[in-house]
């Protein structure tokens, strides 16, 4: 017998070699119809693996974002053998689940697939998984393996069983069609029920420019057809939402080939938005006890040397900057924390001096691969809201708790309402991945979960997500299409301190290393307004927006006096324009709320006699006639309703 501990604790004891669907019909029929994967001591397995001793068992239905992975990476096999069937002679590479839905990358050697052909794959694939193929994982030996492909002629396989170790190598079969996989599968083709396949792209074999690009195909697939209009349904809207729709639509930046992609350029309006958030967040830090620094662009290769992040990104950041001097190089600053550490070193501390609390608007650079660049969520050049605390460990755990506070300050005043946390801990199995002792590492990983739950977060913890010099509490929001983006991060580090030998004098006169608290409540100026955008629709709080009110002129011949109107809303320190273009009210309407500024404000023939404007705002039309000084008070009250001070 085995015991099988639930989620819920309860402890069930089962015969040697039961089913993770055994289980589920124990625990009852209806439920077991609906469980679709399974992991068994944190390890994924397939529902109708035989589970041969004690475990902790956790069964997962659609409705579960591990029952979906096991959906759509089963998908992926569903398309794949689709597209050996379509289309002969094709190599299949990889094909994984992703955050909404899968892909599978294949090299088309002869054939030619394009966006019309999408059509005729998915009525395959829906063939396919009406005939309810069962998936079947099975062990295989390295030369097994490798004497398979190599019959297939299939280099991209060969290349990925080579690097796995005998003994860990799995296939998965289901109707005539196999393929190499780690497992984390449905239980049978017909559970997908409704496939849609989204579009063609390329990509590099294993992300590398310099290898063969192969084709991409990108699906998502569900169990009920309805569930995938309403999808579709998402999309569209998503469509309207996109943050590089509006951002061009609202005048708020842009690209351009000759400067460079991922290279965002801020037009006036998206410059003012950015400089009203940072003035937002300068005003929380002052009171909460930061200080301003600034540090330069560049910095010598030494110190990302000396900080680790040359070994682990050195890789992946742009090539050094040479100067006349052989000896000298520097690089783009991809990190702000190195320059901060560098500060806190400039003099000496005494125990009485902390926390010192360094905060800057820094800018970084990293070299993204050109096919992973998104609008502004990523880009090769971005903005951190970054601040670094060195304080004593016993500082450590109010430190910690002080910054969530001030993250969620931050998210509150913004609308983010519906955010997740996530808790990231090293890979106990990959030591090599991480600098430091592990008793720095314990130490930090305890305080993060310690104040996470002192907080009262509802956060969940990640294995293996950890940054490299120390764990990290990551607050992650969903964009317009539902994917997660992290954003604010907090992160703990006894590394840092250790490879600068960071130093303050203790109150026993000896010298001791302070801990360094990295946090960016925005995470970066640019995926923060770009996850704004899409949440908003670019319906900013009225505190924030770029423009606050349009005045509108029936004629030219009322100019004079939408400019004493300008003139007074300024002096209330309301941000307004006047259009006294030569169109009709009606056109400038349409466009202002096109633009979508809060209020209008109309004048004519009676306002001017009456002293007054007459008032719509977006989105509701007309709210009435009143004075200057009225609509000056309507605006602050919002304003003042809708933001409130940073309590420490």
């Not at 290769?301 to 520097?330: M, R």
């Not at 360094?516 to 409540?521: D, E, L, T, V, W």
């Amino acid at each position: 017998m085995i015991a099988i501990t639930l989620p819920d604790g309860n402890v069930k004891q089962f015969e040697t070699g039961i089913t993770p669907m055994e289980v589920a019909k124990s625990i009852s029929e209806g439920f077991a119809r609906n469980v679709i994967s399974a992991s068994f001591n944190d390890e994924t397995v397939e529902v109708y693996s035989q589970l041969t001793k004690d475990g902790n068992l956790v069964l997962y239905t659609w409705k579960d974002d591990k029952g979906k992975q096991a959906f759509w990476h089963s998908s992926a096999h569903i398309l794949a053998q689709a597209l050996e069937e379509l289309f002969p002679g094709i190599k299949l590479t990889i094909g994984p689940a992703i955050e909404n839905g899968f892909y599978y990358d294949i090299d088309l050697m002869e054939n030619t697939l394009s966006e019309k052909d999408l059509k005729s794959i998915e009525d395959k694939m829906l063939e396919i998984a009406r005939g309810k193929h069962e998936f079947t994982k099975r062990k295989s030996s390295k030369t097994e393996a490798l004497n398979f492909y190599k019959k297939q002629k299939n280099e991209y396989k060969v290349e990925l069983i080579e690097n796995l170790e005998d003994g860990t190598i799995t296939f998965c079969d289901h109707d005539t069609f196999t393929d190499l996989c780690r497992g984390g599968h449905i239980p049978n083709t017909g559970i997908v029920k409704a496939v849609k396949l989204m579009s063609i792209a390329g990509a590099y074999w294993r992300g590398d420019e310099n290898n063969k690009q192969l084709t991409r195909i990108y699906g998502i697939s569900f169990p009920k057809q309805k569930e995938l209009n309403e999808y579709l349904e998402l999309i569209e809207e998503a469509k309207k939402r996109d943050h590089r729709k509006l951002g061009k639509e609202l005048e708020l930046f842009t690209f351009s080939k000759k400067v460079g992609q991922g290279l965002p350029l801020w037009l006036p309006k998206g410059a003012a938005l950015r400089e009203r958030l940072e003035n937002f967040l300068k005003k929380a830090q002052k009171k909460a006890g930061y200080d301003m620094v600034i540090t330069p662009h560049i910095g010598l290769k030494e110190l990302y040397v000396t900080s680790g992040h040359y070994a682990k990104y050195g890789k992946d950041s742009f090539q050094p900057i040479k100067t006349p001097n052989n000896d000298e190089e520097f690089l783009l600053k991809p990190m702000n924390c190195p320059h901060h550490c560098e500060i806190f070193k400039s003099k000496p501390w005494s125990y009485k001096d902390l926390p010192q609390r360094y905060a800057e608007f820094g800018t970084v650079y990293r070299y993204e691969q050109s096919g992973e660049l998104h609008g502004l969520i990523r880009v090769r050049s971005f903005t951190q809201d970054d601040a670094h605390i060195f304080c004593t460990p016993e500082q450590l755990d109010q430190e910690f708790k002080n910054v969530i506070d001030l993250v969620l300050y931050v998210f509150g005043s913004l609308g983010f309402e519906d955010f997740t946390t996530q808790i990231s801990l090293r890979d106990p199995d990959k030591p090599e991945n991480y600098i430091g002792s592990i008793e720095n590492w314990d130490k930090a990983e305890k305080a993060i979960i310690n104040a996470s739950k002192e907080k009262g977060l509802n956060f969940t913890i990640i294995k293996g997500e950890a940054a490299f010099y120390g764990p990290k509490l990551d607050f992650m929001v969903k964009d317009a299409l539902g994917r997660s983006w992290q954003l604010g991060t907090i992160q703990v580090d006894y590394n840092a301190p250790e490879r600068f030998k960071l130093e303050y004098k203790g109150s026993d006169n000896k010298m001791h290393r302070p801990v360094m608290i990295h946090r960016a409540p925005f995470g970066s100026m640019e995926r923060f307004i770009a996850i704004l955008l899409e949440r908003t629709g670019g319906n900013f709080p009225l505190w924030l927006i770029p423009d606050q009110v349009s005045i509108l002129c029936l004629s030219e011949k009322y100019e004079k006096y939408a400019q004493k109107v300008l003139n007074l809303l300024e002096n209330n320190e309301i941000r307004a324009l006047v259009d006294n273009r030569n169109e009709t009210i009606g056109k400038k309407i349409r466009e202002t709320e096109m633009k979508k500024i809060p209020y209008m404000l109309i004048v004519g023939k009676q306002e001017e006699k009456n002293d007054t404007v007459s008032v719509r705002k977006h989105g509701k039309g007309d709210i009435g006639e009143m004075t200057v000084e009225e609509f000056s008070q309507l605006i602050n009250k919002e304003i003042e309703t809708n933001t409130k001070e940073f309590d420490v």
